[in-house]
């Protein structure tokens, strides 16, 4: 690994950030202050991904940690998906065919952005302790948006493989938005995964949203069932990767677990068999019938792979065979209602349309001056040439990788032989990538 490690923003400034760190206000997206919030946050999960990637200290969670600062990404990643429901229809309502949809984009993206944060954060047992009440609101968020990959909507359907050479700024923009939910429905299965992981450390509170509200094993049983991080483009097997891009499954690589899997048995593993956890998920026929499938996915191979599922897979056997489980009464747990969510749609109730024609001036700007000054701030949060990271890995052969494509800046190569065969199935993101960031 190289020693060479930068800075995407000085760590005074991202102490000084963090510090002063407070909730946007949904009134003021798309104007400049909100979008050079936006860009703080943004390199803020640069700072993050290369604190991660060189194994340096993560001043950037100790930060978020220190200062109480957690719940905010939780605000923002929420705010954003009301935002989605509330406005983003109203707005398009008012331009069908908006000419420039890169500022819409990034307010997309900006969930992504606190997702991605949370992601990074949590995978560290004190800052999961800090959270205390907006656990909550966080577990009701990830639900949420695991349960849209699990059963979406017939018009919610996969169709990124459908890409047309006509497509209209808006059509790419929906297009786009499906990818960043998918990208974020797979971000909160591994934060799902870490806070079973962490069960012993989680109030009670937590433990029955997960349980008994949720019933997270028997979503987490259905994700091992659909594997919706694999898919198959045009007779090739594509998995779903830590860095947000779908790669080639490489040839004897079929039985592979992948990190995203690893973190569902884990997770399952974590929640079922841990006596705490037990208490407070009650062993149904229903759920029987559900977790007795997983024993077929439960082979040689993964078990391998990840040696503590053999007494998961004792557990289920078990479970199969008896049909029973003891009877045990959960305790007194006081219900603790989430806070989040409801607090933003009342703060906004019955104004809905009113904000959305205010910020249509914003996001369908006539004013060249303006629109250049949003395009110099979102130029600067989404500057690449920051983020320097030197393992990367070849998208073809996984090797390392020192080469990126010029144009997007987005896949990286060994060399010009894996550039060349990834090509084909690489031309079409790159030319979408490109095309959304002029």
Request: charged share 30%; proline share 4%; hydrophobic share 40%.
């Amino acid at each position: 690994m190289s020693q060479n490690f930068e800075y995407v923003i000085p760590p005074w400034e991202a102490e000084m950030i963090i510090k002063d760190l407070s909730p946007s206000n949904l009134e003021e997206i798309g104007t400049k202050l909100w979008f050079e919030y936006h860009k703080k946050l943004m390199h803020l999960s640069q700072q993050s991904v290369l604190e991660i990637t060189h194994m340096r200290e993560e001043t950037i969670k100790e930060w978020f940690v220190t200062f109480q600062k957690i719940p905010i990404l939780i605000f923002e990643a929420i705010q954003i998906s009301v935002w989605k429901q509330k406005i983003f229809p109203r707005l398009l309502e008012l331009d069908e065919e908006p000419s420039n949809t890169f500022m819409l984009y990034s307010v997309l993206y900006h969930e992504s952005i606190a997702v991605s944060l949370l992601e990074n954060i949590l995978y560290h047992s004190d800052s999961i302790e800090s959270l205390e009440d907006p656990s909550l609101d966080l577990i009701d968020y990830a639900v949420s948006c695991i349960t849209e990959i699990i059963f979406p909507k017939e018009q919610d359907q996969d169709d990124s493989n459908n890409i047309k050479e006509d497509q209209s700024c808006l059509e790419e923009l929906l297009l786009k938005k499906k990818e960043i939910e998918f990208d974020i429905s797979i971000k909160c299965i591994s934060i799902i995964g870490y806070l079973g992981s962490f069960a012993d450390s989680l109030p009670l509170a937590t433990l029955k949203r997960l349980l008994s509200t949720h019933d997270v094993p028997y979503l987490f049983a259905q994700l091992i069932e659909l594997r919706p991080w694999i898919k198959v483009v045009d007779g090739t097997r594509m998995i779903y990767s830590t860095i947000g891009v779908w790669e080639k499954l490489k040839e004897g690589e079929e039985d592979k677990v992948s990190k995203i899997e690893g973190q569902v048995w884990f997770g399952l593993r974590e929640l079922l068999l841990n006596p705490k956890a037990a208490t407070y998920y009650q062993v149904s026929e229903f759920r029987i019938s559900a977790l007795a499938k997983l024993q077929k996915y439960l082979h040689e191979r993964v078990l391998d792979q990840i040696p503590p599922l053999v007494d998961f897979r004792r557990w289920l056997s078990c479970l199969n065979v008896t049909s029973q489980v003891p009877d045990s009464k959960p305790g007194f747990c006081v219900e603790i209602i989430p806070q989040i969510r409801s607090s933003i749609v009342d703060k906004y109730k019955k104004k809905w349309k009113k904000i959305a024609e205010q910020q249509s001036e914003y996001f369908f700007a006539k004013n060249i001056e303006y629109v250049q000054n949003m395009a110099q701030v979102l130029s600067e949060a989404y500057d690449l040439d920051k983020l320097v990271i030197d393992d990367n890995k070849c998208v073809v052969c996984r090797s390392l990788a020192n080469k990126r494509c010029s144009k997007c800046k987005k896949v990286w190569y060994c060399g010009r032989e894996c550039q060349v065969k990834d090509w084909t199935t690489h031309k079409n993101e790159c030319e979408k990538i490109s095309k959304d960031r002029d």
